[in-house]
């Protein structure tokens, strides 16, 4: 019988040679040249409050800055300590979505040069997403495919919102149409909370990867699904980290709120979908276990999502635990489908064979 309330546990070793290969697949890089424009928008007298809490902390937090600086020998040796075989990398949070149009079309550029130099040097090591300024949604479905096309990289990092403005937004549906066309997946990580949303969040201390980023991505993934981007798109697909930022434990009473606002036509903007939200986020979308080391919440994601959408992550540097692989590593399902959270799912979303 599966005990609810169990709390986590190391009690079971980590296998040593395991009959699979540990790929991380929300593992996070900083550039030397955005961390140097971070470090300038802190002394600006109008700073954004969760960017300002989120960064005042982490520029200044040596064990986390220096790995997320670092693509070489620290992050190999921290993957070894932790026998992670191999990390998907992208630009930590909140990448190039924080700065102005032109700027942040530069940054994404040199970033993913960098990044894809790192993959280059470690191909059997890393592989990694693009990053993309949605600013400029057609230069961003353009660096998608350069990304894609020329560089190697294996779909797109968004940081949640863009400046207080979300994905479900027409505008921005070139860069969902370019994912769709080229058939890589754009993951939804969060980021700082925008300044409409952060006041009573960081007031107790919760905007961050303790509740808020949850609650705002979670929002932004339900309302790019609410808009019928699915509709529109039908083979996108999307990535959410920290097993789908709670979303599964609400599928059946966001279906079903749902379907009482539409028929009510309570809201303008909540029109008909050829599915219910749920089926979207179990056919649309992959989770990843990202901060997520506690058998509980990933068991139920396996058994609502099936065990072919549930894919391991660490959130490397953020939550480096090494012990924390032993909690996948004791799960209570077969080897075979531990292989698929671990290294066949992420091979077959990222396309890392091709
Ligand atoms: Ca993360």
């Given at each position: 019988?599966?005990?609810?309330?169990?709390?986590?546990?190391?009690?079971?070793?980590?296998?040593?040679?395991?009959?699979?290969?540990?790929?991380?697949?929300?593992?996070?890089?900083?550039?030397?040249?955005?961390?140097?424009?971070?470090?300038?928008?802190?002394?600006?007298?109008?700073?954004?409050?969760?960017?300002?809490?989120?960064?005042?902390?982490?520029?200044?937090?040596?064990?986390?800055?220096?790995?997320?600086?670092?693509?070489?020998?620290?992050?190999?040796?921290?993957?070894?300590?932790?026998?992670?075989?191999?990390?998907?990398?992208?630009?930590?949070?909140?990448?190039?979505?924080?700065?102005?149009?032109?700027?942040?079309?530069?940054?994404?550029?040199?970033?993913?040069?960098?990044?894809?130099?790192?993959?280059?040097?470690?191909?059997?090591?890393?592989?990694?997403?693009?990053?993309?300024a949605p600013q400029n949604p057609d230069d961003a479905a353009?660096?998608?495919?350069?990304?894609?096309?020329?560089?190697?990289?294996?779909?797109?990092?968004?940081?949640?919102?863009?400046?207080?403005?979300?994905?479900?937004?027409?505008k921005f549906w070139p860069i969902?149409?370019?994912?769709?066309?080229?058939?890589?997946?754009?993951?939804?990580?969060?980021?700082?909370?925008?300044?409409?949303?952060?006041?009573?969040?960081?007031?107790?201390?919760?905007?961050?990867?303790?509740?808020?980023?949850?609650?705002?991505?979670?929002?932004?993934?339900?309302?790019?699904?609410?808009?019928?981007?699915?509709?529109?798109?039908?083979?996108?697909?999307?990535?959410?980290?920290?097993?789908?930022?709670?979303?599964?434990?609400?599928?059946?009473?966001?279906?079903?709120?749902?379907?009482?606002?539409?028929?009510?036509?309570?809201?303008?903007?909540?029109?008909?979908?050829?599915?219910?939200?749920?089926?979207?986020?179990?056919?649309?979308?992959?989770?990843?276990?990202?901060?997520?080391?506690?058998?509980?919440?990933?068991?139920?994601?396996?058994?609502?999502?099936?065990?072919?959408?549930?894919?391991?992550?660490?959130?490397?540097?953020?939550?480096?635990?090494?012990?924390?692989?032993?909690?996948?590593?004791?799960?209570?399902?077969?080897?075979?489908?531990?292989?698929?959270?671990?290294?066949?799912?992420?091979?077959?979303?990222?396309?890392?064979?091709?």
């Amino acid at each position: 019988m599966l005990l609810l309330c169990r709390e986590p546990s190391y009690a079971v070793l980590r296998v040593p040679t395991p009959p699979y290969k540990r790929i991380a697949t929300e593992e996070a890089f900083l550039t030397q040249e955005i961390f140097k424009r971070y470090q300038r928008l802190l002394n600006e007298p109008d700073v954004d409050p969760g960017f300002a809490s989120l960064w005042g902390h982490f520029s200044k937090h040596a064990p986390v800055l220096d790995r997320l600086l670092d693509l070489g020998d620290r992050r190999l040796g921290d993957m070894d300590d932790s026998e992670i075989a191999m990390q998907i990398l992208s630009l930590t949070a909140p990448g190039v979505q924080i700065f102005e149009a032109d700027e942040a079309v530069a940054l994404a550029r040199s970033s993913n040069d960098e990044v894809s130099e790192a993959v280059r040097r470690h191909p059997d090591r890393f592989a990694a997403l693009a990053a993309i300024a949605p600013q400029n949604p057609d230069d961003a479905a353009k660096e998608l495919e350069r990304g894609v096309r020329n560089l190697g990289l294996k779909g797109a990092i968004v940081n949640s919102h863009t400046r207080g403005e979300y994905l479900d937004n027409e505008k921005f549906w070139p860069i969902f149409e370019a994912a769709e066309a080229l058939r890589v997946p754009i993951y939804l990580h969060p980021t700082a909370l925008p300044p409409a949303m952060v006041k009573p969040f960081v007031e107790r201390g919760l905007e961050g990867a303790v509740y808020g980023f949850a609650a705002e991505t979670g929002l932004h993934i339900l309302r790019i699904i609410f808009a019928g981007v699915f509709d529109r798109f039908p083979n996108l697909r999307m990535v959410a980290g920290h097993l789908g930022e709670g979303l599964p434990f609400w599928f059946y009473r966001v279906d079903f709120m749902h379907g009482r606002m539409v028929q009510a036509r309570r809201y303008a903007n909540v029109k008909p979908l050829k599915r219910r939200p749920s089926d979207y986020l179990r056919e649309n979308f992959h989770v990843t276990t990202s901060g997520m080391a506690w058998e509980p919440p990933i068991s139920y994601a396996q058994c609502v999502l099936g065990v072919d959408r549930v894919l391991y992550a660490m959130d490397y540097p953020y939550q480096f635990v090494p012990e924390e692989v032993q909690v996948t590593d004791g799960l209570p399902c077969s080897e075979a489908d531990k292989k698929k959270l671990y290294q066949l799912n992420a091979e077959r979303v990222f396309s890392l064979c091709e």
